[in-house]
């Protein structure tokens, strides 16, 4: 039995589900959606063989950083 998806997947199981883990057993991140905080989160996670998403993991995005950083407004003409 494969410990984790990316050993499932290199066995060719393609249907494979890590097994259930209380929530207690690991920790839970605040880091924001779509970070490069948070995929190396998710990434440990899979990597031992750990639920991907958390109940209390963060769930929301700053707004400022959005509207600030990714969309900046123009200027009109």
Known sequence: MPKSVLEAIKLGLWDFEPADVPAAEYD???AMPGTKAKLAVLAARVRSGLPLWHPDDR????EPTLVGEAFPRRKPR
Do not use: S
């Open 59 to 62: 769930h929301e995005v700053d």
């Open 28 to 30: 839970r991140t605040d």
